[in-house]
Protein backbone atom coordinates (compact mmCIF):
# COMPACT_ATOMS: atom_id res chain seq x y z
CA UNK A 1 0.00 0.00 0.00
CA UNK A 2 1.26 3.61 -0.50
CA UNK A 3 -0.62 6.46 -0.02
CA UNK A 4 -0.77 9.96 -2.06
CA UNK A 5 -1.45 13.25 -0.91
CA UNK A 6 -3.27 15.16 -3.30
CA UNK A 7 -4.66 17.79 -1.86
CA UNK A 8 -4.70 19.53 1.35
CA UNK A 9 -5.65 23.28 2.42
CA UNK A 10 -6.93 23.86 5.82
CA UNK A 11 -9.17 21.27 7.53
CA UNK A 12 -9.48 19.51 3.93
CA UNK A 13 -7.08 16.78 2.97
CA UNK A 14 -7.34 14.49 0.20
CA UNK A 15 -5.66 11.39 -0.24
CA UNK A 16 -5.19 8.33 -2.69
CA UNK A 17 -4.56 4.62 -0.91
CA UNK A 18 -3.03 2.81 -3.97
CA UNK A 19 -2.99 -1.19 -4.16
CA UNK A 20 -5.90 -1.22 -1.80
CA UNK A 21 -10.31 -0.91 -2.94
CA UNK A 22 -13.26 -0.83 -1.17
CA UNK A 23 -12.55 -3.11 1.76
CA UNK A 24 -9.93 -1.20 3.29
CA UNK A 25 -11.25 2.47 2.43
CA UNK A 26 -14.47 1.39 3.98
CA UNK A 27 -13.16 0.61 7.10
CA UNK A 28 -11.16 3.72 6.92
CA UNK A 29 -14.14 5.82 6.63
CA UNK A 30 -16.08 4.05 9.19
CA UNK A 31 -13.51 4.25 11.48
CA UNK A 32 -12.63 8.31 10.70
CA UNK A 33 -17.00 8.72 10.97
CA UNK A 34 -16.80 7.72 14.82
CA UNK A 35 -14.08 10.52 15.76
CA UNK A 36 -16.17 13.09 16.82
CA UNK A 37 -13.56 15.54 15.12
CA UNK A 38 -14.27 14.36 11.64
CA UNK A 39 -16.62 16.60 9.83
CA UNK A 40 -16.98 14.11 6.45
CA UNK A 41 -15.12 11.28 5.33
CA UNK A 42 -15.72 9.37 2.34
CA UNK A 43 -14.18 8.18 -0.31
CA UNK A 44 -14.90 7.79 -4.31
CA UNK A 45 -13.52 4.97 -6.50
CA UNK A 46 -13.42 6.18 -10.22
CA UNK A 47 -13.19 2.96 -11.99
CA UNK A 48 -14.52 -0.14 -10.76
CA UNK A 49 -11.74 -2.38 -11.60
CA UNK A 50 -8.80 -0.39 -12.06
CA UNK A 51 -9.78 2.81 -10.21
CA UNK A 52 -7.81 3.12 -6.29
CA UNK A 53 -9.75 4.70 -3.48
CA UNK A 54 -9.76 8.65 -2.82
CA UNK A 55 -10.59 9.59 0.36
CA UNK A 56 -11.74 12.85 1.25
CA UNK A 57 -11.20 14.57 5.03
CA UNK A 58 -12.66 17.56 6.60
CA UNK A 59 -11.95 18.07 10.28
CA UNK A 60 -14.04 20.41 12.76
CA UNK A 61 -12.90 23.78 12.78
CA UNK A 62 -9.07 24.44 14.05
CA UNK A 63 -8.21 20.84 13.83
CA UNK A 64 -5.15 19.43 11.72
CA UNK A 65 -7.13 16.10 9.36
CA UNK A 66 -3.38 14.84 9.26
CA UNK A 67 -3.29 14.47 13.09
CA UNK A 68 -6.58 13.38 13.11
CA UNK A 69 -6.01 10.38 10.46
CA UNK A 70 -3.07 9.60 12.29
CA UNK A 71 -4.76 8.99 15.51
CA UNK A 72 -7.96 6.78 13.80
CA UNK A 73 -5.06 4.86 11.94
CA UNK A 74 -3.45 3.93 14.99
CA UNK A 75 -6.95 3.07 16.55
CA UNK A 76 -7.70 0.91 13.81
CA UNK A 77 -3.92 -1.19 14.31
CA UNK A 78 -4.75 -1.57 17.46
CA UNK A 79 -8.40 -2.98 16.73
CA UNK A 80 -6.80 -5.34 14.08
CA UNK A 81 -4.22 -6.55 16.56
CA UNK A 82 -6.92 -7.20 19.31
CA UNK A 83 -8.33 -9.14 16.58
CA UNK A 84 -5.36 -11.29 15.98
CA UNK A 85 -4.32 -12.00 19.66
CA UNK A 86 -8.46 -12.99 20.21
CA UNK A 87 -8.10 -15.48 16.98
CA UNK A 88 -4.66 -16.79 18.17
CA UNK A 89 -5.91 -17.44 22.02
CA UNK A 90 -9.28 -19.34 20.43
CA UNK A 91 -7.29 -21.72 17.55
CA UNK A 92 -4.99 -22.37 20.08
Known sequence: ???ELLEKEGTKMK???VGEG?????V???KLHGDERI???AYNID???LGEPVMHIKTSKNKSPKK??????????????E??????KALE
Request: net charge negative.
Open 15 to 17: IKI
Open 47 to 49: HPL
Open 28 to 30: LRK
Open 83 to 88: VQKKLE
Open 39 to 41: ETA
Open 68 to 81: VLMNVTNELANDYE
Open 1 to 3: MEV
Open 22 to 26: HSFAN
